[in-house]
């Protein structure tokens, strides 16, 4: 099967679990208790009557028309942008408030991702070729810390630096009284605000990409390949760099993007405990305040990024180890 066919295939595959994303992202809300317009009327008790029906025609949660005529307006709406109206945020369009806290979770957890992630490999490499040395030995360590929840950290290091030494801030993104933008005031305070947090994410994923690495470069280093590479002479920075390391990689990179997709969900938790203006802190709100098309139109974004993590995924391990695309054709 040519790379070719293989990616047409694959993606064929990934539109249709899209359209199922999309199909089960629009039921979902339908089936659950109460509506986006009740919600409405019970915020603002001040409303006429007259008005739920114009809320449930903005909402898309009135009862005109078929349940088909509906998805297919939704499907529609979808494709040209228009995720609807917030409730908790109303008039605010669902889409313009995803686009105001999805760059501070991209920011975030993206750069703390790529952080984590480039360091645990690097280490994992080195705790391998020096097996039994003091990096080797301080890897269970590390990954106690790894089986640390996100939260439960993030509590310790807010009492730690941000209550008692007072080294860095409690919450929020930036410093009160700032605009957002990009200038260096505005810049400095997102930074300092952000230690923090990318903090604990590093700290308690690091450890897995460095057991990970680790463990499958031991297996590689026992290869024939890298074996006969140590005995024509070849140094051991060259040996581990292109013989071992750039195999061992391949499960690595295939895990590192589809981290990637789910960095789009943020970490709920560790948001909420730093008040982070992320989308995980948007999501817990839209979920606390009943805001329904909030809610679907962050699903679906977390949705559709997994998805693409996936075909992401994909084309690197095919790219970078041609073997896999026969492999995974047979299967």
Known sequence: MTSVAFFLRRLVFYVV???????????????????????????????????????????????????????????????????????????????????????????????????????????????????????????????????????????????????????FPIQQGYSQGLVPGWHWPFIQSAVYHSVLPALTIVVTSMAGWMLQMRNVMITTIGEDYVLAAQAKGLSSRRVVVTYAARNAILPNLSGFALSLGF????????????????????????????????????????????LLANLVADAIYVIADPRARSQRSEA
């Open 17 to 167: 679990a899209a359209w199922a994303a999309l199909t089960v992202n629009f039921f979902i809300p339908r089936l659950m208790p109460g509506n986006p317009v009740e919600t409405m009327m019970a915020k603002f008790p001040e409303l006429q009557p007259q008005a739920q029906r114009a809320l449930a025609a903005e909402f898309g949660a009135g009862h005109d028309g078929s349940l088909l005529h509906q998805y297919g307006q939704y499907v529609v709406d979808v494709l040209h942008g228009n995720l609807g109206v917030s409730v908790i945020e109303y008039p605010a369009k669902v889409s313009s408030i995803i686009g105001a806290t999805l760059p501070w979770t991209l920011t975030l957890v993206g750069v703390a991702t790529v952080i984590s992630f480039t360091l645990g490999t690097g280490l994992g490499i080195l705790a391998s070729w020096r097996r039994g040395g003091w990096l080797d030995r301080v890897l269970p360590a590390l990954t106690f810390l790894q089986g640390m929840p996100y939260f439960f950290l993030a509590l310790l290091v807010v009492d730690a630096f941000a209550n008692h030494l007072r080294w």
């Open 263 to 306: 960095v789009i969900s943020g970490a709920l938790l560790m948001e909420i405990v730093f008040s982070y203006p992320g989308i995980g802190l948007t999501l817990y709100n839209a979920v606390t305040s009943d805001d329904y098309p909030l809610m679907q139109g962050i699903f679906l974004i977390i949705a559709l990024a997994v």
